[in-house]
């Protein structure tokens, strides 16, 4: 068991030392790989931060229940307290017909056109607060459905389409960034299968001998799977590094315009259930590779 | 060790390399293989690794069947026979003691067990103090005798050789006949491939000698 394992060691010291010994060749294989596992991974980033400060607009969400007309203060304001009384409900406030309308008045500009009006056109309003953040998550469609069906109300509304619209969007780009990144890992596959063929290439003679001397496949493989694989696993730790530098040099800007949104967001990067995730794409990306270009060109090369 | 019976080999190109070649070489015996050059010395040996299939007849090495050997099973027969090139095929980036150390990593012997080996076996052919040189440091002579070490270091109970004197002086390639003729007293069974008939009169072995592919010759038995 030891002997097996100081065996792999072994090995992976030789790949190792085979992989210094072409530092430029190394290096230029493994920035490649950097730069295609750093776009998946920082798109993934940025959508990730997107969906962080929606989800904090989400607890912004109100549902404004618009009462019949002719619906009385007193009443209305029974309507507000039976509400309040509910789990799923963290506020209620009442705004009369004649609030609404100075509101109106003072927000619109029209204040002296609606002077003209003969009646108040406005309805009594009552703007319902979800508990949000509770031990429960409240549906807030079936709120809505559940408001509607009250019968001082004329039509509950969730003002809240542009969040949902921003969220279908964000969930088409993620999508997206899925999709990029499959075709960035087979990019990478090839690049990955392409060096290893190089290098098999460039030791034929030496699989040539090990051949002879009574060496076997899996033998003269392993040490081609490690380069694979260190490759694929530094690389990986470069896509990292360029997407944390990123976010680094854009921290600034995007400081600033959050505080424009009076919100004092901090970017996250990609934690850490991500990065090992990074590390693990890389490596069995560098592994698959390798592992192709082998299976193809190890048989073609036969001692003569 | 070597059976021989009715073996032939026709090569892609259509051309007949072995001929209906029939012998039997026993256990801990030493021949020479000879014949002009295109008669088929090389071809043989190649059929013995299994570097080439035979295209007809049987062929028994070391009491295993080659006619149907399984490709997966060549590296563990290549084990048991020690080869040596004319061209030496040494790593000319490993030192010549990782030259020599490469059946043991092959077949996946202990470090210690690795290093005590190799010395003897570098010891064997004189050149234990160069083991941290490069083959390109050594001469023809010297870099046939690395070839040696690393085809006996396995302890194999086959030594095949082919023209390994080709490229040298007669006092050296005398030298590396003794050198066989050593391993041979120490009970490895030889067979040398060469076109040197100085070898064959002066260390009076039995011969294999083929023509255009065809037997016309032999001192040891015929199957
Ligand atoms: N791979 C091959 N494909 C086709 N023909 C071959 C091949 N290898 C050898 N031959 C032919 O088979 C014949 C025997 O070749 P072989 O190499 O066995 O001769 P040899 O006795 O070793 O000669 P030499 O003393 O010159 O090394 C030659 O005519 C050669 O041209
Ligand atoms: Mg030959």
């Known amino acids: 068991m030891t002997t097996y394992f100081l065996r792999h060691l072994q090995v992976l010291f030789q790949s190792l030392g085979r992989l210094a010994r072409t530092p430029f060749a190394s290096l230029m294989t493994i920035a490649v790989i950097s730069i295609t596992l750093a776009l998946p ?32 203060d007193q009443v209305a304001r029974a ?31 029209f204040g002296q056109t609606l002077n003209a009006l003969e009646r108040n056109p406005l309805p009594p309003v009552l703007v319902v607060y979800p508990m949000v953040g509770g031990p429960t998550p409240v549906d807030l469609e079936s709120l809505v459905a559940e408001f509607n069906r009250v019968g001082d109300v004329e ?6 389409q542009w969040v949902k619209r921003l969220r279908a969007i964000l969930n088409l780009a993620q999508r997206g960034v899925v999709l990029l990144g499959v075709l960035l890992g087979i990019a990478v596959l090839l690049i990955m299968a392409n060096t290893i063929r190089l290098a098999i290439l460039n030791r034929r003679d030496e699989i040539e001998v090990i051949k002879l001397i009574g060496g076997t496949d899996g033998f003269i493989r392993r040490p081609f799977l490690y380069e694979g ?39 996250r990067g990609l934690g850490l ?4 995730g990074l590390l693990a794409a890389g490596g069995l990306l560098g592994w698959t590779g390798s592992w192709l270009a082998v299976g193809r060109h190890l048989r073609a090369i036969e001692p003569r | 060790m070597i059976q021989v019976s009715h073996l032939h080999k026709r090569y892609p190109g259509g051309h007949d390399a072995l001929r209906d070649v029939s012998f039997e070489l026993a256990d801990g015996q030493m021949a020479f293989l000879t014949g002009h050059s295109g008669a088929g010395k090389s071809t043989l040996l190649k059929l013995i690794t299994l570097i080439e299939r035979p295209s007809r007849g049987q062929l028994i090495v070391n009491g ?29 980036d490993r030192t010549i003691f990782d030259n020599v150390a490469l059946p043991l990593i092959v077949s996946g012997h202990r470090h210690q067990e690795i290093a005590r080996r190799v010395r003897a076996a570098l010891d064997k052919v004189g050149l234990l103090a160069r083991e941290k040189m490069y083959p390109i440091e050594l001469s023809g002579g010297e870099q046939q005798r690395v070839g040696i070490a690393r085809a006996v270091v396995n302890r194999p109970p086959l030594l095949l050789a082919d023209e390994p004197t080709g490229n040298l002086d007669a006092e050296l390639s005398d030298e590396i006949m003794d050198l066989f003729h050593s391993f041979n007293q120490h009970g490895v069974t030889v067979l040398v491939a060469t076109h040197d008939l100085r070898h ?17 010759r032999t001192t040891v038995a015929e199957a």
């Open chain 2, 200 to 216: 064959i009169r002066r260390l009076n072995m039995p011969i294999i000698e083929l023509k255009n592919g065809s037997l016309v």
């Open chain 1, 155 to 160: 039509i509950a509304q969730l003002d809240m």
């Open chain 1, 229 to 267: 694989v260190l490759q694929g696993l530094v690389g990986a730790a470069g896509a990292w590094i360029v997407v944390h530098t990123t976010l680094v040099l854009m921290a600034d800007p995007i400081r600033r315009l959050a505080s424009l949104y009076a919100s004092g967001y901090e970017l």
């Open chain 1, 41 to 72: 991974s920082g798109l993934h980033v940025l959508l990730e931060n997107a969906r962080a400060v929606t989800s904090g607009w989400e607890g912004g969400a109100q549902i404004s229940l618009f009462l019949k007309r002719d619906t009385s």
């Open chain 1, 273 to 276: 259930l991500a990065s090992l």
């Open chain 1, 79 to 109: 309507l507000a307290e039976q509400l309040q009384r509910s789990s799923r409900v963290a506020k209620v406030d009442y705004i009369s017909r004649t609030a609404a309308l100075e509101e109106f008045k003072r927000l619109s500009g």
């Open chain 2, 64 to 92: 295993k069947n080659l006619g149907k050997y399984r490709r997966r099973r060549i590296p563990f027969l290549r084990r048991q026979i020690g080869i040596v090139f004319q061209d030496h095929k040494l790593l000319y």
